[in-house]
């Protein structure tokens, strides 16, 4: 309104919706959303199964941690952006390369939290637990799990970002199709209004399932809070 800020640039909250509504009418909102939530979805769920279970590893086994921690040090600085061209390559442009991408983010960040989580157990905590007779498996379910799970948990969330961020990447190429081709194709174009309407929704959907994670973790893991 007071015309200090170029309106191609930075368009008025009127413009994006009224972009966001022109997008409904022609079916790619909604369309772009459920494609890329499936995405983010499987990306999240394997990269999470697979941090957690190798995190859990590496930190309790520690030949298996000589062994790989020197490997997934050097991958963390690797963004997924500069993974997408060999990701193409391994499994070309469908959905199989998106998913790799996504996974690869959010394995790193699980696998960093639950690794960390697993490897600072109190001593007090192991000592006791032995002391009564716990057994090995009893001592890592009812003691190492419970006590790494707030890491585990932080994890989690921060992989929940993280698979929105390397959706982007994932889809700013060979995709055709979701929330970050829309960005790209409306970049094409210099429809800013319509580049918003796809940021718009990432900040809404990041942060709507980063508060379900914060509600989920504060009644699994009420012990944290105590």
Same mark, same amino acid.
Request: proline fraction near 5%.
């Given at each position: 309104?007071?015309?200090?800020v170029?309106p ?9 919706? =009224?972009?966001?509504?022109e ?13 890329? *939530?499936?995405r ?5 769920? *394997? ?5 957690v279970?190798?995190?859990?590893l590496?930190?309790r ?6 062994m790989?921690h020197?490997i ?14 060999? =990701?193409?390559v ?29 490897s ?6 192991i ?6 007779g ?19 948990v ?7 970002? *993280? ?19 829309r ?7 210099l ?15 990041g942060? *709507? ?18």
């Open positions: 309104m007071s015309g200090l170029n191609d640039f930075v368009p008025a909250p009127t413009v994006i919706l =009224a972009a966001a509504s997008q409904y009418k022609e079916g790619v909102l909604l369309s772009d959303l459920r494609i890329s *939530l499936k983010s979805a499987v990306g999240f769920v *394997l990269g999470a199964m697979l941090g279970f190798f995190g859990l590496t930190a086994l520690r030949p298996v941690g000589y790989l020197p997934l040090n050097v991958l963390r600085p690797i963004p997924a952006i500069a993974l997408a061209p060999l =990701a193409i391994w499994f070309g442009i469908g959905e199989p390369s998106k998913y790799f991408l996504i996974t690869y983010t959010v394995f790193l960040a699980v696998w960093l939290n639950t690794d960390h989580g697993a600072h157990v109190a001593t007090t905590y000592r006791a637990s032995r002391s009564l716990a057994g090995t498996w009893r001592e890592f379910f009812e003691v190492v799990v419970p006590a790494a799970a707030p890491h585990i932080s994890g989690l969330r921060l992989g929940a970002a *993280l698979a929105f961020l390397s959706l982007v990447a994932a889809e700013l190429t060979g995709a055709s199709s979701g929330i970050g081709y960005i790209q194709e409306s970049r094409q174009f429809r800013t209004d319509r580049m918003f309407v796809g940021l718009v929704q990432l900040g809404l959907l942060g *709507l399932l980063d508060f379900c994670f914060l509600q989920i973790s504060r009644r699994v893991v009420h012990w944290e809070q105590a």
